[in-house]
């Protein structure tokens, strides 16, 4: 448009863009809980008052990218009846068109001169929201309630007074009411701070100006994407991933899979031949199933897009969830694991097909999740306490022309969840760290390498207890590689009890006693392309960083590579790679603990 200069909208842009990262970083230092604070387990924005999306900030794709349900239920809910100085909880993933129970999220609808003109958000995952376990993921409740306490669009606040009798009923029900108040504090206090600054910048520049601004905005990221879409050739692509399990009906994989159709500059992202909803607790609700399948297309978008995505970005991307499945699953289906398990698979689905539509940007899996939660008492304080972390879990897949970074974490967050601070896990919990380290060749082989997994190990100090391992993945389902590429290996947790390794897999409940080690061994990322067509450099350079072993240099990519001096033997390694590759996989002795690669299918 040519009534609004350049300066201006670009100034107003940038305004909204940096007041959501403002907020991140505010609820993350106000907050104390060791999943909001360390963790960074938490997601906010800004959308306009009919739900259209002003700015994406960093964040948990499955708490923000489907936010304009949740306002649509919000304003379902109230009608006419919101004011300034509102504040609205909500948690329910039927009601409130939300995530899953741990994740509440805060809204604020934002007046200007009396007028509605925006929303604002910050949800967060709780340290408790009632239920069978601490934590909020036991794979075998029977329905939605008994996984938590259930919050529809409830108001919390009134001009900015607070209903003490609704938040103290609310507390009375989680198991650490003065923890999760706190952060709740934290979050209130992010969404007002929005308010003042979206005053600020309306005041500034007038409404009518700052609302063309965004029209203006939202329009460029459309015009932008379907640019992005039309050079996709028109067709079907397909793909799907898999979790091992629904926590109900053990070792029986729940599959996610996709149909995506390109049609000039427009999408179509189809799930219908996805699993039915289960019983057990992978079920991923519809907004945040459609969350995730969207945030998912858009890094395989032109990055330079990636700060600038907001509502328009949206409007050429339709989502089909079958009412009745695991990405759209009805009242009062369990949905406890939903952002990691089904929602997990989602986002590597969606990479799956679109890697036969974009090769030139191709991205291999992620490494599976091996969260769990661990619910004892602390000798030191005699209180209970229940822990969690993402520190265990894999690394980045490759993308073509990139290696898998080795420590990005989750897929579904992104990477913008954050593994923990050693020393601060081992203040808050009885646990000891006795190792946390990528390991030797736990990852997916191609001409770019997945990021390296992980080996963790830890030792309860503390009392005897119980680990829901409900998050876990990976241990029958790996990611897969793309275009000749490896697949993100197996990944396993044991217990050590007397010297002696236990199996624990996904979506179980087990017992952990004082002195328990707890091992977790975790898949790295897929690769992409044949491992024989990497540089021999980079090979090396990986046996140098311990990330590749002398003999998988050897055996998966054909490169001879002297352990000591870590050059390349060229007269060898052409010898090598003249022949028929053979068929390697990377597998984990259970009795040792040890990473080794052995021929394929051989165990």
């Not at 907050?31 to 008052?49: E, N």
């Amino acid at each position: 448009m040519t009534d609004i200069d350049p300066i201006t909208l670009s100034t107003v842009w940038h305004s909204f863009q940096t007041l959501v990262r403002e907020m991140r970083h505010m609820v993350t230092r106000t907050s104390q809980s060791y999943l909001m604070s360390q963790l960074k387990d938490v997601s906010v924005g800004l959308w306009l008052a009919d739900g259209s999306t002003v700015a994406m900030p960093q964040g948990l794709l499955c708490q923000f990218m489907g936010t304009k349900f949740a306002i649509q239920a919000v304003k379902e809910q109230f009608g006419d009846d919101l004011h300034p100085g509102d504040v609205i909880l909500t948690n329910d993933p039927y009601k409130g068109m939300t995530v899953h129970l741990p994740d509440w999220g805060f809204i604020r609808p934002i007046f200007f001169e009396g007028e509605l003109l925006f929303f604002t958000l910050v949800r967060g995952h709780q340290q408790d929201t009632g239920g069978s376990f601490p934590g909020g993921y036991f794979p075998n409740s029977i329905d939605i309630h008994a996984e938590g306490l259930c919050i529809p669009p409830t108001k919390v606040f009134e001009n900015d007074k607070e209903r003490t009798d609704v938040m103290k009923l609310i507390w009375n029900n989680v198991r650490w009411p003065e923890a999760v108040r706190v952060d709740n504090y934290a979050m209130v206090a992010t969404t007002r701070f929005a308010e003042k600054r979206v005053h600020e910048v309306l005041r500034r520049y007038g409404k009518e100006t700052v609302m063309a601004c965004i029209k203006e905005m939202l329009d460029r990221s459309e015009r932008a994407v379907r640019a992005e879409i039309s050079a996709i050739p028109d067709g079907t692509y397909s793909g799907q991933a898999a979790t091992d399990d629904d926590g109900t009906i053990l070792d029986e994989p729940v599959w996610v899979r996709v149909d995506i159709t390109v049609k000039g500059d427009a999408i179509t992202v189809d799930f219908s031949r996805s699993d039915a909803q289960r019983k057990g607790f992978v079920n991923c609700p519809f907004a945040a199933s459609y969350a995730i399948a969207v945030g998912s297309m858009m890094l395989l978008f032109d990055p330079a897009l990636a700060d600038y995505h907001n509502e328009g970005s949206l409007r050429p991307i339709t989502v089909i969830t079958p009412p009745g499945s695991v990405v759209h699953p009805l009242y009062p289906a369990t949905v406890g694991a939903a952002p990691v398990n089904v929602g997990h698979q989602i986002a590597t689905s969606v990479h799956d097909a679109l890697a036969k539509a974009r090769p030139n940007r191709a991205m291999a899996a992620w490494g599976k999740r091996r969260g769990d939660y661990v619910s004892s008492i602390d000798p030191r304080s005699g209180r209970p306490y229940v822990r969690t972390t993402f520190d265990y879990d894999g690394s980045a897949g490759a993308v073509t022309g990139h290696d898998g970074p080795t420590g990005p974490l989750s897929i579904g967050s992104l990477a913008t969840v954050m593994r923990s601070n050693a020393e601060e896990m081992e203040i808050r919990f009885p646990w000891r760290l006795l190792k946390w380290e990528a390991a030797t060749d736990l990852m997916g082989a191609g001409r770019w390498r997945g990021g390296g997994g992980i080996e963790w190990r830890a030792t309860n100090e503390g009392s005897d207890g119980r680990m829901a391992t409900g998050s876990s993945d990976g241990d029958m389902t790996p990611g897969d590689g793309i275009q000749g590429g490896y697949p993100s290996p197996f990944s396993r947790t044991f217990v050590l009890r007397d010297g002696k390794p236990i199996r624990v897999k996904p979506h179980r409940m087990v017992e952990i006693k004082t002195g328990d080690t707890v091992v977790k061994i975790s898949g790295g990322g897929g690769g992409v392309g044949n491992p024989t067509d990497r540089s021999p450099e980079l090979v090396a350079l990986d046996v140098k960083n311990e990330m590749v072993s002398v003999d998988s240099a050897r055996k998966v990519y054909g490169v001879a590579v002297d352990p000591v001096s870590f050059a390349v033997n060229e007269t060898e390694t052409k010898r090598l790679r003249a022949q028929p590759p053979g068929a390697w996989e990377v597998s984990i002795d259970e009795q040792k603990l040890t990473v080794e690669v052995i021929p394929a299918h051989s165990h």
